[in-house]
């Protein structure tokens, strides 16, 4: 290899500094998750009449991949995803309609999510911990993961 061409480390280094995947300091760009665990909801659902009459609590677990955020330089929440308002918007999918399934609540959910935020994906996991069954079990559950 001659001096006049850069050896493969500092072609790389070129390259990441041209696609502005570093900051100012020359950190790479954080990639940001947001979970909410344990969201506890209670709604109509369930696959005979009498369970969607009843309704049952839900725990909802959601995870938010939002790739680069500003709020990591920033610290504002007009920045990143409030996570308040997510959590709201969860229960009013679970509120408006009634599920047979938890796969399509959950499938709802991202749905939703992925129209209102700029995430690149969402996981949704909806978990009965007491559902209606002869067997003891502690919880039944769907996950669903959708990318934009």
Not at 113 to 128: G, I, M, Q, S, T
Not at 129 to 134: M, N
Request: contains cysteine.
């Amino acid at each position: 290899m001659s001096d006049d061409e850069p050896d493969e480390f500092e072609s790389d280094e070129l390259e990441e500094d041209e696609d502005g995947d570093e900051d100012e300091d020359g950190h790479p760009e954080p990639e940001v998750t947001i979970e909410i665990s344990g969201l506890s909801l209670f709604t109509h659902i369930g696959v005979s009449a009498a369970e969607r009459e009843v309704g049952q609590r839900l725990l909802v677990d959601i995870r938010l991949d939002v790739g680069e955020c500003d709020a990591t330089v920033t610290d504002r929440i007009e920045d990143t995803v409030d996570y308040a308002e997510v959590c709201d918007a969860v229960n009013l999918v679970a509120q408006q309609r009634t599920y047979r399934t938890l796969e399509r609540l959950c499938a709802a959910v991202c749905d939703r999510l992925l129209e209102r935020y700029d995430a690149h994906a969402v996981w949704v996991k909806a978990a009965k911990p007491e559902p209606p069954i002869a067997l003891p079990v502690s919880e039944v559950s769907v996950e669903v993961w959708r990318e934009a």
